[in-house]
């Protein structure tokens, strides 16, 4: 098993299903076109030993559990990717419905920036979603210390990163709630946030993919995001500089 430093987290946020269980083999089938050789077709019992799925697709179909799918993996203990699918209760927004994420985890040395941004693609567009991201873990630690308020009282986000709101205080589910390494934002996503601006935008343009629905996947930094870097903090605090509205900051 990879360090967790090693590891790629990748998480999308969409609509709930709402019977939609078409888009469950649409991720699937889509995260293995991007990782060519890549085979999710086994789980874990409560053991923790794999189970082979020879009839994967109809397993996913039989089991479908909490508004999503259940977890799948490949059979690769030194490149492990695990992904998995579940209604989220709580709205993205203020007043919002429930909601449907879709959690993978690889690691840096299976997919790194061109095969990352294949996977993020696809799992984004096959769940319809309103946008995502993918981080390395230790990055993903310290963006997720800037989410405001904490349990323990006022925020403490690390290295001068700006403090981002909870769910309930941003004003549309297209808001992203932070940025990461990679990012995903749909069609409705980046017109929220005003992206792009050829003006402003001129260097996101560059490590940016426009996708077939619409949307965009932008890459803030060439190699993975590593918030040692000062190269790659300025690049953080610079999306959350041109990009106010996420994490809910232009909002009184």
């Keep these: 098993m990879a360090s967790r430093q090693n590891d790629l987290a990748l998480i999308v946020y969409a609509p709930s299903l709402l019977g939609d269980e078409g888009r469950a083999l649409a991720i699937i089938h889509g995260m293995e076109r991007a990782l060519p050789g890549l085979h999710l077709e086994w789980t874990t019992s409560e053991k923790e030993d794999l189970i082979a799925l020879p009839n994967r697709d109809e397993w996913i179909m039989a089991n479908r559990t909490d508004g999503g799918f259940l977890f799948l993996r490949n059979d690769n203990d030194k490149h492990p990717v695990t992904i998995a699918g579940w209604e989220n209760p709580n709205g993205l927004a203020a007043e919002g419905p429930p909601h449907f994420e ?3 985890d690889l690691t840096l040395d299976t997919a790194g920036p061109v095969a990352a941004t294949d996977v993020l693609e696809a799992v984004a ?5 309103l946008w995502g991201h993918a981080t390395p873990f230790n990055a993903g630690v310290e963006i997720a210390e800037q989410t405001s308020p904490t349990q323990e009282g006022s925020p403490r986000p690390p290295r001068g990163l700006p403090a981002l709101k909870l769910p309930d205080m941003i004003r ?4 992203p709630h932070r940025l990461g390494w990679l990012n995903y934002w749909s069609a409705a996503t980046a017109r929220a946030i005003g992206f792009p601006d050829p003006a402003r935008d001129a260097d996101l343009l560059l490590r940016a993919r426009h996708t077939a ?6 890459r803030l930094t060439d190699a993975p995001l590593d918030l040692d870097n000062p190269d790659h903090l300025a690049a953080l605090l610079r999306g959350y500089e041109r990009f106010p509205e996420i994490g809910g900051r232009s909002s009184p």
């Design 172 to 175: 549309s589910p297209e808001i």
């Design 125 to 129: 567009e096959g769940a319809r979603a």
């Design 213 to 218: 629905t619409g949307g965009w996947v932008v």
């Design 102 to 104: 879709v959690h993978v």
